[in-house]
Every structure is written in C-alpha cells, then in structure tokens.
C-alpha cells in the first residue's frame, strides 16, 4: 500500500492520510515476535501427537529448528490468521515434510469472507518425491514439464519408450505436458505422462483450481502451476508405484483439494 511521507494533514498528493484499517496494519517485530513464540508454544503443547509420526529422517527438534528459522526468513507468515498458521504446520508435520521452502511451504491467502489472511499448507514436488522415496521400493523420481517446441515422443506397450529434448525458456513454448520417470532397485524405469487437457481437468475437480465460472485458474493453481502440474503428475504416477508397507503416506494437500475422492 503506498503512503505519503511527512507528518499529518496531506502528503505530497493532496490525499488526505487515512490510518491503516485492522487488515491492512503491519504488526511490529516485537508483536510477530510474540505470535512466533505462541506458534512454537502451539506445537509443543501437540508433540506427544506430532513427534511419533515424524519419520526418522525428520526429527522433531529439528523439525521445529526449520520452522523457526522459515518464519524468521520471512516474518510476513506470522501476519495470518492464527489458528490456520498452527494448522499449515501441523499438516505438514502430518505429512513428515520439513517447512524449508524445498520440501514444503506456507504460503497464505485472503478469505474474503471472513476478511482475513489464512495461511496454507504448500507440499514441494520435492516433498511428494520424499515421501515415495522412503519407502526404499523407487530410488528416483523426476518431473518434467514439456514445452510445446519441444521434440516429445512415447510409446506405451511392450516396447515402451519416452523420449524427450527440452529446449531453452526463450523458445520453448507453452506447456503440453508433464511426466514423471520413477527408477526402482533393479534399475528398470517406468514412467506416466499427462497432457494438459488431463492435467486440467484434474485442476477443474481441485476445491481452489479454478473461479466460480472455469474460466481461469485461481488460488495456487495460478501462483505456481509449473509446481502443480508436477504434483499432479507424481500422484497419478504414486497409485501403482511401490511405496513400502511401513511408509504410510497422507498427503493432507490432497485431502483438502479433493475431498470428494476420499484421499
């Protein structure tokens, strides 16, 4: 929001100053301080649930140590409506995904009916791949976005092949596609594309793909759809891929886009 320096009266515009309302005002450090220290509060009062479905490779000191420093790198986050801040983290907890900005993210949003920022829980692409890839049956899993000048080639069957030569951003294109190439133990690679009518229509069923009317993408599906069009090719893949008896994988993200699917 622009304002005019100096003191009362008018600015440099002519405008009069107006004081920030409750939903426009910046908390001061001191405040984001204090909402920080509730935040941490919050969770270890909720670390005999949380801490055991941690996997091993997250502990919850160190879980908590990366969610310090994520808000502390970016104090805005605490500006949120409180309670759904709480609730991101604890999702992602759920999820066993640290808040680092490379296995997951908060990112926020405005309600507009209750007139408020809410924070939101962000997997990574990275993170989704993490989560299969404890289960020790995959060793690899890569998405790829295809670009529309891009040489792009597969077969399915029993000869199946992909080929694929991604170009520089500048003559690439607009995306067509997405795949993701999963490697297992014994060095076999298998593979699952979707075009973009597919994707799309995946993105048309998401509780925040797309306005009241399917005319345009809204919500994350409009701030990063690189990253969702890799999501939504990881979960495709993820329903006939190995992922270990012992590695349960909960995916909240999922469950709040698409409750109607029940997962």
Not at 44 to 67: G, H, K, S, Y
Not at 225 to 237: A, D, L, Y
Request: include cysteine.
């Amino acid at each position: 929001m622009n304002q005019s320096r100096g003191g009362g009266g008018r600015g440099r515009s002519g405008l009069q100053k107006r004081e920030p309302t409750e939903n426009e005002r910046i908390p001061e450090t001191a405040e984001r301080e204090e909402m920080l220290l509730a935040l941490m509060t919050g969770l270890e009062a909720r670390r005999p649930e949380i801490e055991p479905i941690l996997p091993n490779d997250v502990p919850w000191q160190r879980w908590m140590a990366t969610l310090n420093q994520a808000c502390r790198s970016n104090m805005e986050l605490l500006d949120v409506y409180p309670p759904s801040l709480l609730n991101a983290c604890v999702k992602a907890a759920y999820d066993g995904l640290p808040i680092d900005g490379k296995h997951a993210a908060i990112v926020w949003h405005y309600n507009s009916k209750a007139k408020r920022k809410e924070a939101q829980y962000f997997p990574m692409a990275f993170g989704l791949i993490q989560q299969i890839l404890r289960g020790k049956m995959v060793t690899a899993i890569k998405p790829v976005v295809v670009y529309a000048n891009e040489p792009f080639d597969y077969m399915e069957g029993t000869d199946s092949y992909l080929r694929h030569r991604p170009m520089p951003m500048e003559t690439r294109g607009n995306p067509i596609a997405c795949y993701t190439l999963a490697t297992f133990p014994d060095g076999h690679v298998d593979f699952e594309v979707m075009f973009k009518g597919e994707i799309e229509d995946v993105q048309k069923e998401s509780k925040s793909g797309w306005d009241s009317e399917n005319s345009r993408s809204k919500g994350i599906w409009l701030r990063w759809p690189g990253e969702m069009w890799k999501k939504t090719v990881i979960r495709r893949h993820r329903k006939r891929l190995p992922v270990g008896i012992d590695n349960p994988i909960i995916d909240s993200e999922a469950v709040d886009e698409f409750p109607q699917f029940g997962t």
